[in-house]
């Protein structure tokens, strides 16, 4: 499996420089008042380049779908790689929710408790 590696990110004074913005105010706003529970999302070597190099994110997310949602609003490469044009996860990805694949209970609509761990982890294969 092929993995396009995003640039790396640029410091946060070039990125002003070059007309790039911070993050938006209500979505740090929106993350601070809400109340779904926050949980960890674990991201293995393949996708860490779409997330800036970081192993694990903490969210504030009651499913699945909604750490999905997140992503898409603030994480988009991320989110590229992980979902499909049709919003649906990619098919040789499997997300597991503590471990348990998401397949086999709720899919994209399982719900999640605080200290959750959900991880998105790429199928492996070859010979």
Request: aromatic letters at 4%.
């Amino acid at each position: 499996m092929y993995v396009k590696r995003a640039p790396p990110r640029r410091p946060r004074r070039e990125r002003l420089e070059r007309g790039l913005r911070p993050r938006p105010a209500e979505a740090i706003l929106h993350a601070a008042v809400s109340t779904s529970p926050i949980v960890t999302i674990h991201l293995p070597g393949p996708l860490r380049p779409y997330s800036d190099g970081v192993a694990r994110l903490s969210l504030s997310a009651g499913t699945v779908r909604a750490v999905l949602e997140d992503l898409e609003r603030n994480r988009l490469a991320l989110y590229r790689n992980i979902c499909d044009e049709t919003g649906a996860v990619r098919r040789h990805l499997n997300v597991f929710v503590n471990s348990d694949n998401i397949r086999d209970l709720d899919g994209v609509d399982t719900a999640l408790s605080a200290g959750d761990v959900v991880t998105f982890l790429p199928a492996v294969s070859g010979g």
